[in-house]
């Protein structure tokens, strides 16, 4: 029977445990230790990312009226100007083993399909694995990318149903394609299997049906769940089994289909039963009909269907593995449970280190200590809450502060005071999400919680962003947002686009192809003063959905140019220029 993993003796066995390296790079010390906090670790920005911090605050602002807005922008402009930078984390040599790894194109650095490691394998040997999956049989090369032809469908479909009155103009909006990209395919490797094979995921996000398909799941997702045989998490499984009673002739037995949702190819699928519960690969049976047939019925489910098999793992001494649960019967029948992890598991969390917000840091140990106490009776819970503290204590979180955490009295387990999450954002009247700064953070935060605007805090710097690199990366000229064009006089044109900016130079181009001078700010200054565009290519800035933000990205390119003093020609802008706010202008500026 598998036991709970055992306590990691020390941080040295922690690295050896959560880097694995698959691949023909010898990885130093320094290189360890960085793979080693994680690829959700946060480094600690070396500027103030002041554009970041307008364009998140300014839409908002602009709902309030100007007294109160120009009150915000002067406290918030004086927070930020004594805003001190912090000491980077990693050090110097930690970060130039990021720049090392980051280097190495012959390698990948992906986080495993279980267990929270990180891995490093082979370029070579992963895209091989990556094609034999594409080889198997479940895909098909297409000859051209349809994701322009499904969005241009999706569009009409969304469109009829607008006109219908079927949807709402807001909800057109919100749904309606642009610039649509293909998903991207990647896998994550699963360590813990023979030969290390990938687990095939597709990246949606940015794809033609992404928007439609996240409207779609959150009026779906109350009805997921309905069917008696459902099981949403652990605690739903175990107020299940409180009460149930086995007999001595019953077997505790768990069900697991292979690969289920990427072993079955669209066109064998049946349109689902009414009665049918939602598609799961793991299932929990009190089987009462004997141990010969209950081999017959697993041969029974493997001959359904040639590409559906089933595994089957029965008890063992009294015990049985069920999600993350333990459960063992009594000698009355009934049924004990304890935590359960699983061998590929590394006692990893976030590192103490992680220049995150401290409640989220609390929130780890909240989290698993809400999980000992909802899982595991009062035989095992001293035994766990011992095993948090210790792998917490290895992840940098310091005694004191695990005590404080673990104490009902400050953080009690109904989970009061856990940052809010993606949902409540969504919910939230009057908002704003900024990237923590540390003490500066906690200024603004005040500033605004003043007038009922409620600030989340984000962790852009992640290591996973400058190292992972499983995803193919996509061309920056090709989202929306803010791009200007230079003029041989020294101006330059500042615009927007809602598609990418290739599409949008074409247009541009049209349009002094066919005289229609007025459609284009650019185009008629190039022919009244007989100038031609410098041979420069076009410059893309940050990308927005967000009309208010690009108003913003307008002002942040502006201010980058270079001054009159430095330039040849004095430098203006063509297109219409929106002034920043009095309080932004210091900051703009000072780059």
Not at 139 to 147: G, K, S
Not at 429 to 441: D, M
Request: aromatic letters at 6%; one cysteine or more.
């Amino acid at each position: 029977m598998p036991t709970p993993c055992r306590h990691l003796q020390s941080k040295e066995s922690l690295t050896k445990h959560t880097v694995v390296n698959m691949s023909k790079r010898s990885l130093s010390s320094s290189e360890e230790k960085v793979l080693a906090l994680g690829l959700n670790f946060k480094l600690i920005p070396r500027s103030l990312p002041k554009e970041e911090i307008i364009q998140a605050t300014e839409p908002t602002l602009r709902r309030l009226d100007k007294t109160t807005a120009d009150e915000i922008l002067v406290d918030i402009s004086q927070a930020l100007r004594k805003h001190k930078n912090h000491k980077p984390k990693p050090n110097r040599e930690d970060r130039s083993a990021i720049k090392s790894l980051c280097q190495d194109k012959s390698i990948h650095i992906l986080l495993a399909d279980k267990g929270n490691a990180t891995v490093v394998m082979d370029r070579v040997e992963y895209d091989q694995k990556i094609m034999d999956i594409l080889n198997s049989g479940s895909y098909r090369e297409l000859r051209i990318d349809p994701t322009v032809a499904i969005e241009r469908k999706l569009q009409q479909k969304l469109l009829s149903l607008h006109r219908s009155g079927n949807i709402t103009e807001q909800l057109y909006r919100q749904l309606r394609p642009s610039n649509s990209r293909c998903p991207r395919f990647f896998g994550q490797p699963k360590i813990h299997k023979k030969e290390t094979p990938l687990r095939p995921i597709v990246a949606s996000r940015g794809g033609p049906t992404n928007n439609t398909a996240r409207h779609l799941a959150k009026i779906l997702r109350p009805l997921v769940g309905n069917s008696q045989h459902h099981i949403k998490n652990s605690d739903e499984f175990l107020s299940i089994i409180q009460d149930l009673r086995l007999k001595p002739g019953d077997i505790m037995v768990s069900f697991d289909v292979v690969s289920l949702l990427t072993s079955v190819h669209p066109t064998q699928a049946l349109p689902p039963p009414q009665d049918l519960a939602p598609p799961v690969d793991d299932t929990f049976v009190i089987w009462e009909h004997g141990q010969d047939n209950l081999q017959l019925f697993l041969d029974h489910l493997n001959g359904l269907h040639s590409n559906i098999q089933f595994t089957m793992e029965q008890e063992r001494n009294g015990s049985i593995l069920f999600l993350d649960v333990e459960v063992s019967r009594r000698e009355d029948g009934s049924l004990a449970q304890r935590v359960y992890r699983k061998p590929t598991h590394t006692d990893r969390y976030l590192n103490s280190a992680s220049f995150h917000h401290p409640k989220i840091n609390s929130s780890v140990n909240r989290a698993l200590i809400r999980r000992a106490y909802n899982i595991g009776d009062q035989k095992h819970l001293h035994k766990e809450i011992h095993h948090i503290s210790t792998a917490l204590q290895r992840n940098g979180y310091q005694p004191k502060q695990i005590k404080t955490d673990q104490d009902p009295r400050s953080n009690p387990l109904s989970g009061r005071g856990v940052p809010y999450t993606q949902s409540q954002l969504d919910k939230a009247p009057s908002s704003v999400t900024l990237p923590y700064l540390g003490h500066t953070s906690y200024y603004i935060q005040r500033i605004l919680s003043k007038h009922n605007i409620k600030v989340f805090h984000t962790a852009p710097l992640k290591i996973h962003g400058m190292l992972a690199s499983r995803k193919d990366r996509q061309d920056p000229h090709r989202r929306p947002g803010v791009y200007k064009i230079p003029c041989q006089c020294g101006k330059v044109y500042i615009g927007e686009t809602g598609r990418g900016l290739p599409t949008r130079i074409k247009e541009h181009k049209a349009h002094g192809r066919k005289g229609d001078y007025e459609k284009s700010v650019i185009i008629k200054h190039s022919h009244a003063e007989d100038h031609t565009i410098t041979g420069k290519k076009p410059n893309s800035s940050l990308a927005s959905n967000n009309g208010t933000q690009d108003e913003l990205e307008k002002w942040v390119s502006y201010t980058r140019q270079p001054s009159p003093a430095t330039a040849h020609h004095q430098l203006t802008c063509i297109s219409t220029q929106v002034d920043p706010p009095a309080a932004y202008s210091f900051h703009l500026t000072t780059q």
